[in-house]
Each structure stands twice: as C-alpha cells, then as structure tokens.
C-alpha cells in the first residue's frame, strides 16, 4: 500500500518536507510511505506520528519522527475520508505543535465519496476550509466500476446484488461528483 501512495505522491509531484500519519492507523501508513518514496522513487521524506496517550517515562514527546521546523510543509497521510473531523483534528494538533508549518496536501486510499453532516461533499469541503488538496488513490466509484462482475482469484466480489446494495447507500449517503 505504501507503494501506491508513494507512487500517487510523485504522480501528483505533490512538494514536502514530512509526511505525518495520524494515530493510529496513519502511522504504518506514512512509515510505509516514506519507506516507499525512498526505495521506489529516491525521494528521501521523513515521517511523524502522534501518540494517542502521552508516556510518562522515557521520550515524552507527543509525536515521533521528524518534527517539522518553520517553513516546512507536512503531507498528511491516512486511509480513508468520511466526515473529514479526524483530518481536521490531525491538521490543528500539528499547526498548534510545530509553528510557522504548512500543509501541502491530504493522501488518502480510498475516497468513499460520501456527505458530510450537512449534506455537502466532505472531501471538497474539507478543501476549501482548510486550503489543503486531497488526493485519492481510489474511489469507491471506482472499485464499483472495475470489479463489477470481474472474477478475482476465482471469487467474484461485486456482483448484481452488492452492486445494487453499494449504489444504493451511494445514493442515500454518497456525493453527486465524481
């Protein structure tokens, strides 16, 4: 998976400094993503995490990796876009812990294209509140269109009837954009 992000990153030719995972599933995600951008692209990054509960012996820091320094951009890195409330959390920790940073964009694997409360698109929403870009690896409209009755390793995933099952969550939940 690493890979792929990396491979989206130089794609993009999205410009950074760090690459920061949220706990705590963004943290193998941007270690594999560096690890990716090195060995795949010769592109060497370092990655920061935060840690949900602060130790108290040791390094007491809240994050660990590179710690950004001022003028630096940070690339957040994560799974999924629902809400965007989890990326926003991440955006403000990281602005409030390391002055004078800025953000070049939001990676994420898979876009589930899906509203927000308000009923707008959380993706695009979530862009223009923050002025930070997002990039997808996939998106569900995607997925639903390339294994849509394709056989993978003997099993067919998306059929008529989770087709059906998928649109019509999209159609309740989902954004009208691709």
Do not use: H, W
């Amino acid at each position: 998976l690493g890979y792929y992000y990396a491979a989206l990153i130089k794609e993009e030719v999205i410009d950074f400094d760090v690459i920061f995972g949220p706990a705590y599933k963004g943290i193998p995600l941007a270690v594999a993503t560096s690890l990716a951008l090195a060995k795949d692209f010769g592109m060497d990054k370092g990655y920061l995490f935060d840690r949900k509960e602060i130790k108290d012996y040791g390094d007491k820091s809240a994050f660990v990796g590179y710690e950004p320094e001022s003028g630096q951009k940070v690339l957040l890195i994560d799974d999924v876009m629902t809400t965007g409330k989890t990326k926003e959390d991440a955006v403000n920790m990281v602005k409030e812990s390391f002055k004078n940073v800025s953000f070049s964009g939001l990676v994420i694997a898979f876009n589930r294209q899906e509203q927000n409360k308000d009923g707008n698109d959380a993706l695009l929403e979530f862009e223009k509140s923050y002025g930070i870009p997002v990039k997808a690896i996939v998106t569900v409209r995607e997925v639903i269109d390339v294994l849509y009755n394709q056989e993978v390793d003997g099993q067919v995933y998306i059929d008529d009837r989770v087709k059906d099952k998928m649109e019509g969550y999209l159609s309740k939940y989902g954004v009208t954009n691709d």
